[in-house]
């Protein structure tokens, strides 16, 4: 039997998984306070919803789910081997999302404004800030085309940022259109433009030299790939991308640069990005994320998914999101020693045969502290040292309640 969790997954120890409860309920209370309302959805979806929801590089990511029974039974009995999955595991939240506002639309406000936080799943190679496993953040707007929506998820998105302890970050912007216009400009047949935004995305891993590389090794012509490159390579200004037809979308992200940046109050920078291109296929407008040079890179990012809920009910159905990476936020706050700002722990220490009556005490001190009950050993200094190894704040004997002692563990 194996003792190691799962590759590219990990166990929490109590010290880690308190700072990670309480990091999670300072972004949902941010939320909250925000108007949003908190759905769940389950992890496994449809493979074939999964598989047309132009999720770009994350497509091949997902974990497959076997068929179960007399289904797998009957698939193997036909030699019918490229079927024998239905299920996968979901690779974020947003496309569970899209089929449940298709599925329950009708009983929602619109626009309706909700809240998910859960566990996706990607069979990538596991690295440093990168699991197989892992919690994200979501807010999204669905049922409304205004850019205020947009203003809306960076300003409460950021707030969430503050109110965990991230306060040196700027938020880019782009606009799908505005990237696709200038793709199309360039030379490239329009129905290619979403497979060239995938290699566009990856610039800040292998660098515009690396991207006439691949897109040539796709075949695009390569006088649209070299004039493109060197376009993005010069930095592009919404003025320039504007004049590739994209006059609206460039108004569009000026508003919301304007009213992002007043909101901020000088606490963050919102910028445009012409490089910026998120990668996930489904974004049909404006795209953006938060980035931390102290956390290592892109901490939040997201997108107007317009098409994307359509897929399940006909037609277009405007929708906007924002998603929070907890992982690499609460990989770099473990490392600075971050606490949360939790509540304090106390451990009672009780005799055989008290502990009715010591857990009746417990009660009373539970709006103040998180009180966990020892029975008291022998060698009382050495339960004392295991408490302060643990976190523990004070310590209380119930034969002298009231008089609490102070430990240097401080809080997880």
């Given at each position: 039997m194996k003792l190691t969790p799962t590759e590219g997954m990990r166990d929490y120890l109590p010290r880690e998984n308190a700072l990670r409860e309480r990091l999670l309920e300072r972004i949902r209370a941010v939320y909250r306070a925000n108007g949003f309302r908190a759905i769940e959805t389950p992890a496994p979806e449809?493979?074939?919803?999964?598989?047309?929801?132009?999720?770009?590089?994350?497509?091949?990511?997902?974990?497959?789910?076997?068929?179960?029974?007399?289904?797998?039974?009957?698939?193997?009995?036909?030699?019918?081997?490229?079927?024998?999955?239905?299920?996968?595991?979901?690779?974020?939240?947003?496309?569970?999302?899209?089929?449940?506002?298709?599925?329950?639309r009708n009983e929602l406000e619109s626009p309706f404004k909700c809240i998910q936080i859960g566990r996706v799943y990607r069979a990538e190679r596991p690295q440093k800030g990168r699991l197989r496993e892992f919690v994200q953040c979501d807010i999204d707007i669905l049922g409304s085309d205004s850019v205020d929506c947009e203003v809306e998820l960076i300003s409460v998105t950021a707030e969430a940022l503050l109110a965990v302890g991230i306060d040196d970050f700027r938020v880019r912007v782009n606009h799908r259109a505005l990237l696709r216009n200038l793709i199309?400009?360039?030379?490239?047949?329009?129905?290619?433009?979403?497979?060239?935004?995938?290699?566009?995305?990856?610039?800040?891993?292998?660098?515009?030299?690396?991207?006439?590389?691949?897109?040539?090794?796709?075949?695009?012509?390569?006088?649209?790939?070299?004039?493109?490159?060197?376009?993005?390579?010069?930095?592009?200004?919404?003025?320039?991308?504007?004049?590739?037809?994209?006059?609206?979308?460039?108004?569009?992200?000026?508003?919301l640069l304007e009213q992002?940046?007043?909101?901020?109050?000088?606490?963050?920078?919102?910028?445009?990005?012409?490089?910026?291109?998120?990668?996930?296929?489904?974004?049909?407008?404006?795209?953006?994320?938060?980035?931390?040079?102290?956390f290592g890179g892109t901490v939040a990012g997201g997108g107007r998914y317009d098409n994307l809920i359509g897929k399940f009910c006909g037609g277009e159905v405007p929708?906007?999101?924002?998603?929070?990476?907890?992982?690499?936020?609460?990989?770099?706050?473990?490392?600075?020693?971050?606490?949360?700002?939790?509540?304090?722990?106390?451990?009672?220490?009780?005799?055989?045969?008290?502990?009715?009556?010591?857990?009746?005490?417990?009660?009373?001190?539970?709006?103040?502290?998180?009180?966990?009950?020892?029975?008291?050993?022998?060698?009382?200094?050495?339960?004392?040292?295991?408490?302060?190894?643990?976190?523990?704040?004070?310590?209380e004997f119930l034969e002298n309640r009231g008089e609490r002692r102070e430990l240097s563990g401080g809080q997880d």
């Open positions: 449809s493979l074939e919803n999964l598989e047309n929801s132009d999720g770009g590089e994350n497509l091949k990511l997902i974990y497959r789910l076997e068929k179960r029974g007399d289904k797998l039974k009957k698939a193997l009995d036909a030699g019918d081997y490229a079927h024998l999955c239905d299920l996968g595991l979901r690779y974020d939240l947003t496309l569970p999302l899209s089929r449940y506002y298709a599925l329950h199309v400009g360039c030379g490239f047949a329009p129905e290619t433009a979403d497979s060239v935004c995938v290699t566009v995305d990856k610039a800040d891993k292998v660098g515009f030299d690396g991207v006439r590389a691949e897109l040539l090794e796709k075949g695009f012509p390569a006088e649209a790939a070299e004039r493109l490159t060197d376009l993005l390579r010069g930095g592009l200004t919404l003025e320039q991308l504007a004049s590739y037809g994209s006059e609206t979308e460039a108004e569009q992200i000026r508003a992002t940046n007043a909101l901020a109050d000088g606490k963050y920078e919102v910028l445009f990005d012409a490089t910026l291109v998120r990668g996930q296929g489904y974004y049909t407008g404006a795209v953006f994320e938060i980035e931390c040079p102290s929708a906007v999101g924002f998603s929070i990476g907890f992982e690499r936020i609460f990989s770099v706050l473990s490392e600075r020693g971050g606490d949360g700002g939790g509540r304090d722990r106390e451990v009672l220490l009780y005799d055989e045969g008290q502990v009715a009556e010591a857990i009746r005490y417990a009660r009373t001190l539970h709006d103040r502290y998180d009180v966990t009950l020892w029975q008291k050993k022998k060698k009382v200094g050495k339960q004392l040292a295991q408490a302060e190894a643990q976190g523990y704040r004070f310590a």
